[in-house]
């Protein structure tokens, strides 16, 4: 008898060794886990850094790129085509993403809330290549050609869900304090809309706008079947020529959006696959400016949000 | 005069009442544009499924059929989608089998045990990961992923998995001496969606109420225990949303996979060769093909991508949906 107790209690001792062996080395597994996938992100930064620095210099930021095989010259066709179609993106995007945003923080309930919050879901899983096609059919086969206006519909598109959900989660942290008095000195609804709600939350919503352009600005799927690429594309000589040509403001205006456009993605991915070795370092360079701006306009709008959300729960 | 001023403002104000201060025009906007999001979203499927119809009705169902000898072949306006299906399902689930443990490992460590002051920062860093552009991905996969991770990798899996009966027919080397492979692509998808696994399942392990924690304690569990048989089991379902979020965007990663995964067509089944994908046929052939039943097949394989990451995201909302609704509104200790 004694001796079965003896073996119990050793069985015992020896399992809950087992047992807290066991907990140390699965939790420590956890944060070895955490560190293993940071690896990557700082791997990529760093050689993003090193190789892009080397070629960084003044005629990459203001030059055309050169022919094939030329060292020197730059990407400014790509640099420019980005800000047209980013800008034309958010120039889409963000009025009818605002307003739709308010109906999903004001009526969250009723069935066409529910059928916004689930379209948004979706169109924010929908890849972007997918999305990219979608403009193709819509722009580019009415239009004739590829152009920066088509790019910037795919971009819209990609950029629209971001926007409604942060701007609705923006508008959701305003007290409703503030609303309720601002419809009880007697303000109608779209007042209080505009110019109570949305003033609160605006440095918010703005916050939004940013990560979500800093997302499209890094797309490059939807530009392959819509802005094509064009690495003669330079603003100021369009203007140029079109102001000897007398045309007017808005002629040239449109002849810009209305043409295929670079943009720095799509230029990366061609010269990283280009044989040519000076046009794998602009690639590297091109990475730097790309990655730079992705990553300020992300830990900056991270910080941002952080800090005005705890203000106002607080 | 007096008596006109006051008519024309009680006109005025009829028509105030009528459209309650402007309340009425503005909830016409505002529902208008909620109801041409919900359009634009049909709209995208809508288009795909009329301008692919060329390709849709001349090759059917055998468009998507398995087959060894695949046929695609824009000169005689032939084509077969089964091996940029199989590049695509392959390299996504081998991405999700590596991606899960890291993932879950992540949360876990992030939601139960990692210090507040350090939590801040590592949640960052991780979807930081998320916000780097594919194709800055794709950059250092060529570069450096590929020669100095990838091809050794794959050497060894070919010499030891490769041996090994039915399972080493997924694993027939040789793997092409730039690295460039399906093996390559499923481990750059890994890095990719790992941010979304971790993200979801972190919020999934942050909903699961706090007595759930002490009740397994306080039967005597370690602190492993407690998350291995109590919390997993209780998320389950929210995992497995996250899951599927994550697989959703591994299938509709574009620009990485393409330059990583060789673009080659062929039937093999291995690992580690050249393969293709979904996404990457569409990224490289679109602006480039000519005959309008190419651009029809190209745009059907679009459709399908589109159908899947619908069914997808349907399913996964529904997932997390249910591990919000069973967790009671009970503040998290």
């Known amino acids: 008898m004694s001796h079965f107790a003896e073996l119990m209690e050793r069985n015992r001792v020896s399992r809950g060794r087992q047992r807290k062996a066991a907990n140390t080395a699965m939790l420590s597994l956890t944060g070895v886990l955490t560190a293993l996938a940071l690896v990557p992100l700082f791997w990529i930064i760093a050689y993003v850094v090193i190789r892009g620095g080397k070629n960084i210099n003044l005629d990459f930021f203001i030059h055309l790129p050169r022919p094939l095989g030329m060292a020197g010259g730059g990407v400014l066709s790509a640099i420019e085509g980005t800000l047209v179609v980013t800008f034309l993106a958010a120039l889409f995007a963000i ?15 009723t069935p066409l809330g529910v059928a916004l919050r689930f379209s948004t879901d979706v169109l924010s899983g929908v890849p972007s290549i997918v999305v990219g096609l979608f403009a193709y059919a819509v722009m580019v086969v009415p239009m004739g050609h590829y152009s920066g206006l088509a790019g910037g519909v795919a971009l819209a598109v990609i950029m629209l869900p971001t926007i409604i959900r942060t701007t609705e989660e923006m508008l959701k942290l305003v007290p409703a304090t503030l609303r309720e008095a601002s419809l009880g000195l007697g303000a109608p609804e779209w007042k209080t809309s505009l110019s109570v709600l949305f003033p609160a939350a605006s440095s918010g919503i703005v916050t939004g706008f940013l990560l979500a352009l800093a997302r499209a600005a890094g797309e490059t ?41 670079d943009s720095l993605p799509l230029a990366l991915w061609k010269y990283a696959q280009q044989p040519y070795p000076e046009r794998v370092q602009q690639a590297w360079a091109v990475a730097l400016v790309l990655m730079l701006f992705v990553l300020i306009v992300n830990v900056s709008a991270r910080v941002w949000i952080q800090n005005r959300t705890r203000r106002m729960k607080g | 005069m007096q008596k006109n001023r006051s008519s024309s403002r009680s006109q005025l104000g009829s028509l105030q009442r009528l459209f309650q201060h402007g309340d009425r025009p503005w909830q016409g906007v505002i529902i208008l544009v909620s109801a041409l999001v919900i359009i634009l979203m049909i709209t995208i499927g809508g288009m795909l499924w009329v301008q692919s119809a060329g390709a849709r009705v001349k090759f059917g169902w ?17 084509f077969q989608a089964w091996p940029f299906l199989f590049g695509t399902l392959l390299t996504s689930i081998f991405a999700i089998l590596f991606a899960l443990p890291i993932g ?5 460590f992030l939601a139960e045990l990692c210090p507040a002051w350090l939590r801040t920062p590592l949640t960052w860093m991780v979807e ?9 991905y794709g950059l250092w996969g060529i570069f450096i992923f590929l020669p100095k991770v990838v091809a050794p990798v794959g050497v060894f899996l070919g010499d030891t998995l490769g041996k090994v009966p039915l399972l080493g ?12 492979s399906r093996l390559a692509a499923s481990l750059i998808l890994t890095i990719m969606i790992i941010p979304t696994i971790a993200a979801v399942s972190r919020d999934v392990f942050m909903a699961i109420p706090g007595s759930q924690r002490e009740a397994a304690k306080a039967l005597g569990a370690t602190e492993w225990e407690t998350i291995w048989q109590v919390l997993i089991p209780y998320g389950r379902s929210g995992i497995l949303g996250a899951v599927i979020l994550g697989l959703g965007r591994a299938l509709g990663e574009t620009m990485a996979v393409t330059m990583v995964i060789g673009n080659s067509i062929q039937g093999g089944v291995s690992l580690l060769e050249a393969g293709y994908s979904m996404a990457s046929i569409i990224a490289n052939e679109f602006a480039e093909a000519v005959s309008p039943l190419h651009t029809a097949a190209l745009l059907e394989i679009g459709l399908i991508l589109f159908i899947i990451t619908l069914l997808l995201n349907i399913v996964a909302r529904f997932l997390v949906w249910q591990v919000a609704r069973q967790t009671p509104q009970e503040a998290r200790v």
């Not at chain 1, 009025?95 to 309930?109: C, D, K, M, T, W």
């Not at chain 1, 802005?227 to 002849?255: C, M, P, Y």
């Not at chain 2, 930081?128 to 800055?136: G, K, Y």
């Not at chain 2, 027919?169 to 460039?180: E, H, K």
């Open chain 2, 62 to 78: 055998s468009f998507l059929a398995p087959t060894a000898n695949p046929n695609w072949d824009p000169v005689n306006d032939n």
């Open chain 2, 128 to 136: 930081l990961l998320a916000a780097i552009p594919s194709v800055i």
């Open chain 2, 104 to 108: 879950l490992g992540i949360a876990i």
């Open chain 2, 169 to 180: 027919a997924l694993f027939t080397g040789p793997i092409p001496a730039s690295g460039a």
């Open chain 1, 221 to 261: 799927a939807p530009l392959l079947m819509t802005t094509l690429g064009n690495e003669r594309f330079d603003i100021g000589q369009i203007f140029r020529a079109g102001v000897q040509g007398h045309k007017s403001f808005f002629t040239i205006l449109w002849s810009i959006v209305n043409q295929p456009v």
């Open chain 1, 95 to 109: 009025p009818p993403g605002v307003l739709a945003a308010f109906y999903a923080a004001r009526y969250p309930n």
